[in-house]
């Protein structure tokens, strides 16, 4: 939903830039709407009384970047948001749009598109009397209304729909009216708080893509607030972690999931199992009495785990796994899951792990049976060693 309702007097589009009457003068933002911003959060810090939601955040979002925020619940998510929103005041620290510090602006002052969860359209408008609310609220002409109307429906593949009453919409259709409406006045900086995690599995995902191309379309800067990991990997440019109230780790989806930085973050993105490890030297780690060899440098931690992806793992047991780790593990329990098989695997040191079989004939001339010893392998590249501090 777009919740900023506009400039405290008046608003005027004159070429690229808008001019803004304020207080007892005029000044000029002088910002070209058709290119996207940057964000710096400098520093931020929300503590209520000795809690601290927010602890010395700083990061820096390039202009016309995804970056999807992730975590658990109480993690600092939503106050994060909430910071750059304008609805959280911070304890400490300075937050910037482009050169332009809005610390302090409340906000209807920010320009920002905003997108929550729950779309709070308004069921007394219909379609185009949402989107084209952010107008109003702006007073932009009301004759230049219909056509930019029409272009944001156009936008998220909702044309003709200007007279459809909210509740006639599915879901989807609701989130797409919400998008709309945070975008008709062109904002450079969209937040956007768990837009998809009303709808259901097989439309969320739909969504998800449209999104993506959606932002290749506009440009806009994007910050994306999920504790849907997938969510976050699919659309992302890159995803922070975020773990009481810090960001543990900022990094593409694919150096995120392949190379963690400690054991938090190894744990909460993918489905992995975190076994402890004893380093031996800077390439190889004692697991039990085998000695695994990893093309990582190993940490000079005292205390080490090794992440293994479900994914990473290999059936061995061929001609050709001389180059991979071997382990031997007894099946515990195999679960089909549609297009993969999940078995459920125990070590002779009573670790547990898992991994993924294709469900073909392939994948299933592979399984054993529960109680069946399996022998499986881990690449040196996906045999990655973690310190076991988060």
Known sequence: MLVQVGFSRSSVRTGEKYVIEMGDGL???????????????????????NF??????????SPGEFLSILGPSGSGKTTFLGILGGFVQPTS????????????????????????????????????????????????????????????LDM?????YEQRKIDELSGGQR?????ARAMI??????????P????????RETMQIELKQLHRKLGATIIYVTHDQREALTMSNRVAIMNKGKIVQIDTPERLHDHPINAFVGGFIGEA???????KDDHSVALGDRVLRSAHMIPNNQQLCLVVHAEKLLVAGGHDDTHLNILRATVLEALYQGETIRVFLRLPGGESLSLRLPSNQAGRAQLKQPGEDMMIGIHPADTVVVPADS
């Open 196 to 203: 998809l995690s009303a709808l259901d599995k097989q439309l």
């Open 273 to 279: 199992a975190l076994l402890p490890v004893q380093r």
């Open 175 to 179: 989130q797409r009216v919400a998008l």
């Open 93 to 152: 620290g300075a937050i910037y749009l482009g050169d332009h510090e809005i610390t302090l602006e409340p906000p209807h002052r920010r320009n920002i598109g905003i997108v929550f969860q729950n779309y709070a359209l308004f069921p007394h408008m219909s379609v185009g009397e949402n989107v084209s609310f952010p107008l109003r609220a702006r007073h932009i002409p009301k004759s230049i209304w219909p056509e930019k109307v029409r272009a944001a």
């Open 156 to 160: 998220v593949e909702l044309a003709g």
């Open 27 to 49: 000044e000029m933002l002088k910002t070209d709407i058709s290119k996207p911003v940057g964000v710096s959060i400098r520093k931020a810090v929300k503590a209520y009384g």
């Open 52 to 61: 601290r939601a927010l602890d010395d955040v700083s990061l820096e979002v």
């Open 185 to 194: 006045f062109e904002p450079r900086l969209i937040l956007m708080d768990e």
